[in-house]
């Protein structure tokens, strides 16, 4: 391999920055993935439970 290829491990201090924009951006699709549903039950017009014919 060409050493030239490797990457230079950024300070901490920029590390932390990029960590810290990961972890929000992580936490904030988890939060839409689990509002998302409760979202489109009250959206919906339909009060009838889906009821699956087997």
Known sequence: ???GAIPRRPDKETAYKQLKSHVTLF???VLAVRVVPYVLHFI???KEELKLDL
């Open 1 to 3: 391999m060409f050493l």
């Open 27 to 29: 936490g904030a699709f």
């Open 44 to 46: 919906n017009k339909e």
